[in-house]
């Protein structure tokens, strides 16, 4: 009874303190998208993501192209949960277009 008991607790954590409300089927490129890189990317992880990962020791998400090399990893820790950022926080609307951003290749 006491497994049951810590499983259900552990379950219900992690699905409800993690969640963002996005879920991987909204997902979508939008067809009229005009996030890019510079409009939208550099910005975002300049302003949320490079206090910590600016540094050999995490995933470093300096550029472009680390950042597409990490996209899996970064939309399920920053877009379908709120894993991260750690010293901040984001809206759902911000979490939105970073998926949205991603899922469009990141251009």
């Not at 300049?46 to 597409?68: K, Y």
Request: net charge neutral.
């Amino acid at each position: 009874m006491r497994s049951i008991a810590i499983v259900l607790a552990v379950s219900f954590g992690c699905t409800n303190s993690s969640s963002s409300g996005i879920t991987a089927a909204e997902l979508s490129c939008p067809p009229d998208s005009t996030l890019t890189y510079e409009n939208f990317g550099k910005s975002f992880f300049a302003d949320n993501c490079l206090s910590c990962h600016a540094t050999r020791d995490r995933p470093t998400l300096t550029s472009a192209a680390n950042i597409v090399a990490n996209k899996q990893s970064i939309i399920s820790a920053a877009v379908l949960s709120t894993k991260m950022p750690q010293r901040t926080s984001l809206s759902t609307d911000e979490r939105s277009l970073l998926g949205e951003w991603l899922t469009c290749g990141a251009p």
